[in-house]
C-alpha cells in the first residue's frame, strides 16, 4: 500500500466496507469530530480505486450479490476517485471538522480483499457490532461459497468483472469455504473456529428486527426501533459482545428456529414470539448472561409445551409457558438482588449466578433467616460429612 493526502471530494464509500451506519450525527459522532479538529486525523484511512471496485450491491437488482445493509448501496459514482474501504466514521468526522484533505493509504484490491480488509481493521479497533460483524462475513462468505452449496442455494449471479474470477475465487464446498474464513478470521480452521464462523451466518439469516437486537442503539432504524420499543425491550442496550462471543445470538437463533419448526403459522409469527419473549425474560438488573440462560430453559419448556398441545392451541401453550418463566424470574430476582451474597465477586460468571440462585433456595428451604446462620448450618454439615468420611474422632 503506498500513502497519500487525499482531497476529501475524490472520496466515496465502498460498498464492501463493513459498517452498517457509519454516520448518525450523534453525540459519539460529534465527539470524534471534535477529537479530529483537535488533535487531528492519526489513523489513515483505507481506500482503494474506484476502477478496481468490480460489482454493484444494489438492492434493486436480481444480478448482484446482496450485502444485507438497510439502505441503498450500489458502486461508487464516477465523481469519486477513490473508495473507502475502511475508516468511513473517520471520513465523516473529518467532513464535519472541516478537512479539505486526508491521509490515506491506497490498497489495490478485489471485492473479496475489500471486504476483508474492512472487517479486519474494524474488529481489530473494536467498533463494529455483532450485527455488523455477522453481515460482513456473510457477504465474504457469499462472494466465496460454491455455486450451489450443499443446502441446495442458488447463488446470486456475480460473474460480472475483471479481477475476480468466479471460477477461481469460490470454492467447491461450503465446508472449505468455512474453512477458510475460519482460518482468516480466527486464525485456526478448526472445528470451534467453524462452528463461530457459521454461528455468525446463522446471525445474518435472522429477519432484520431480530438482527437489530445485535446492533448498537444509534444504528437501529425507526421501525427497528418502534419494534422493539413495542415488546418492551430495552433499547438502550445492545446484545452480543461485538466478538460473536457472548452466544445470546446463539440463543436467539435457537429459538426463532424453534418457533418456525414449531409453531403453528396462524397461531403467532415465530419473529413476533422471539421478541415477545425477549421483552418478557429480560429484566433491567439482569446481566446479559442470565437472559441467555432465561432463553435456554424458556426454549426447553416451551418446545415441550407445543409439542403436547394441537396447532389450535399453540398461542395458548406459549403464552402461558412465557408467563410462568417471567413471574418466576420476577419472584427471583426480587428475592435475590437485596440478598445477593456474592456481590463483590464476578457477577457475570456462570458460577456467581448460580451460587446465588441456590443460597437464596438454601435460606428458605431451611428457614434460615440471615447469611451468617445459614452459613454456620452448611459449615457445620460439611464438617460432619468429612468426619464420616475420613473417620474423625
Known sequence: MKRAELPIESLVIDPMQ???????????????????????LYNDLIVRPVDAVEMGVTTDSTDSVDNGRDGDVSTPTTDGEYAIVAGSRRYYA?????????????LQANDLDAAWTSLLENTDRRELSEQEIAQQLNL?????????????????????VPGFDIEQDRFDTDEEALAHMAERYCGRSDESAISHIE???????????LQSLFKNPEERTASEQTALENYGIDTRATLGSGEGKSGTSRAVVALHDTFESELEADSIDPTNAVLETVGSLQ??????????QSLREFRKDV????????????????SETLQQHTEELKELHEEIE???PFKRIDLQGPETQRHSRWHV?????RGADTHTELARELYLERLETLADERGWE
Open 303 to 318: 418446545s415441550t409445551a407445543l409439542d403436547s398441545e394441537s396447532p389450535t392451541e399453540h398461542r395458548e401453550a406459549f
Open 338 to 340: 437485596p440478598n445477593r
Open 94 to 106: 473529518a467532513m464535519e471538522a472541516g478537512y479539505e484533505t486526508v491521509p490515506c493509504k491506497i
Open 283 to 292: 429484566f433491567e438488573e439482569m446481566s446479559e448472561l442470565e437472559l441467555r
Open 361 to 365: 433456595q438454601a435460606m428458605r428451604s
Open 199 to 209: 454461528e455468525h451466518l446463522q446471525t445474518a439469516a435472522l429477519p432484520p428486527v
Open 18 to 40: 463493513s459498517r452498517d451506519q457509519a454516520w448518525t450525527g450523534d453525540d459519539t459522532d460529534q465527539q470524534l469530530a471534535a477529537a479530529i479538529d483537535t488533535d487531528g
Open 140 to 160: 465474504i462468505y457469499q462472494l466465496i461459497r460454491p455455486e450451489e452449496s450443499s443446502s441446495g442455494d442458488e447463488v446470486t449471479d456475480t460473474s460480472v
